[in-house]
C-alpha cells in the first residue's frame, strides 16, 4: 500500500515503488497535502496493510497528536520517504512512530522512491527513469526540460486527470494527448487568474512584500503556474494563495524569505521556496470566500508574517554578533 502526495511527484513515487511489488498485493492511494491525516486513517481501514509506504509528504507540528493515535498501536510495517523540510520535532516522532524513514532533501520524492525500489531489488525501465526525472525537474524547480512544467501542470486538468495518471501508470510521457489537456489548462488557468487578482490583497509587513490571492480549491493543483505568472508582474517576497476550505499554499518571489518557517506559525510546513499551511475557515468563512472570493482571516497570515520578521530579525542579530565575538577573539 502506497499513500502518496497527489502531484507529479508523488504519482511517480508510487509508480516507482510499484515495480518492487505485484499487482495483486499493491493499491497506492494519492492525497492532497490538506487530508494527509485523513487518508493515512482511511487506507490502514480500508486496506489493513502488512506494509504501507508514505511517499512525498510529511506532517506538520500539529499532526504529531493525531499521527501517534494512528500509528501507536500499529502491527504493520510503515516506510515513510520525504523530502520536505521536518523540524526535529517531526524527525523524532515520525522516527518513533515507523520501521524506516527514508529522508532526502537533495532530490525528490519520486527520486527518493525510485532510489529506495532499485537498492531493493526493483528494476526501473528507461521510460519510467525518464518520468522519475521529469517529476524531479519540476518538483525541485530546475525546469531544464520544458515537459517536466507542461505535464506537471496537464495533471492539474481534472477533465484529463484520471486519464493522464493511467497513462504514467503504463509509463507513457509526453504526447498529443498531454499537450491537448495542457493548451486547455493554460487557458482556463489564466481566465481564473486574472479573477483572483482582481480581488488580491497587497501588504507590506516589515521588510517583505506580500500578495494574498483568494482561489477556488479545484485550482490548488496550479498554484505553482499561477505563481509563476505573477513573479512575471512583480517579485513580491512572499505570494500566498488562500482556497475556499482554508488552505494555504505559498509560493516565494525572491529569496529573502524562508517559507517553510513562516508556515510553521500557519499551521503547516514545505519548502523555504514553497510551502503550505491552514486557516480555521468556519462554516461561513467558506461559504463567504466561494460566495465573494474575498479571502478570510487575513489578519492571521499577517500576524504571523510580523512574527517571521521579528524572529529573523532577533537571528540576525544573534549571528552578528557571533561574527562580531568571533573577529574581537582574533585581534
Known amino acids: 500500500m502506497v499513500l502518496h502526495h497527489n502531484d507529479f511527484d508523488g504519482i511517480m513515487g508510487a509508480i ?35 506494509l504501507l509506504y508514505v511517499v512525498d509528504i510529511g506532517p506538520n507540528e500539529s499532526e504529531l497528536e493525531e499521527l501517534r493515535r494512528i500509528l501507536g498501536n500499529k502491527n504493520f510495517k510503515v516506510v515513510w520517504m520525504d523530502h520536505h523540510k521536518w523540524s526535529e520535532n517531526v524527525m523524532k516522532t515520525v522516527s518513533q512512530l515507523v520501521d524506516e524513514v527514508v529522508y532526502d532533501r537533495s532530490t525528490c520524492g519520486a527520486g527518493l522512491a525510485a532510489r529506495y525500489a532499485k537498492e531493493h531489488g526493483a528494476k526501473l525501465c528507461d521510460c519510467c527513469e525518464e518520468l522519475v526525472n521529469l517529476s524531479c525537474d519540476i518538483d525541485l524547480w530546475i525546469r531544464s526540460d520544458p515537459r517536466s512544467e507542461k505535464m506537471s501542470m496537464a495533471l492539474g486538468n481534472k477533465r484529463w486527470r484520471p486519464y493522464l495518471q493511467e497513462k504514467l501508470w503504463r509509463c507513457v510521457g509526453w504526447d498529443k494527448d498531454w499537450e491537448d489537456a495542457y493548451e486547455e489548462v493554460m487557458e482556463e488557468m489564466r481566465n481564473n487568474l486574472r479573477k483572483y487578482l482582481s480581488k488580491a490583497i497587497k501588504k507590506k509587513v516589515k521588510d517583505y512584500e506580500v500578495i494574498i490571492v483568494p482561489i477556488r480549491v479545484k485550482d490548488v493543483a496550479l498554484v505553482s503556474f499561477m505563481a509563476e505568472e505573477i513573479r512575471k508582474e512583480k517579485p513580491y517576497d512572499a505570494i500566498i494563495f488562500v482556497s475556499d476550505v482554508g488552505s494555504l499554499h505559498m509560493r516565494r518571489g525572491t529569496e529573502k524569505i524562508d517559507l517553510s518557517e513562516l508556515a510553521k506559525r500557519l499551521s503547516g510546513g514545505g519548502h523555504p521556496a514553497a510551502a503550505g499551511g491552514r486557516l480555521e475557515y468556519s462554516f461561513l468563512d467558506r461559504l463567504l470566500h ?17 512574527e517571521y520578521s521579528e524572529a529573523e530579525g532577533e537571528s540576525k542579530g544573534l549571528r552578528e554578533a557571533e561574527r562580531e565575538q568571533k573577529r574581537s577573539g582574533r585581534v
Open 290 to 306: 466561494k460566495l465573494t472570493l474575498k479571502p478570510r482571516k487575513v489578519e492571521l497570515i499577517l500576524r504571523a508574517l510580523e
Open 16 to 50: 516507482s515503488l510499484y515495480r518492487l511489488h505485484t499487482d495483486d498485493e499493491f493499491h497506492a492511494k494519492g492525497t492532497s497535502r490538506r487530508k494527509m491525516i485523513e487518508n493515512l486513517e482511511k487506507v490502514i481501514k480500508k486496506y489493513k496493510p502488512d
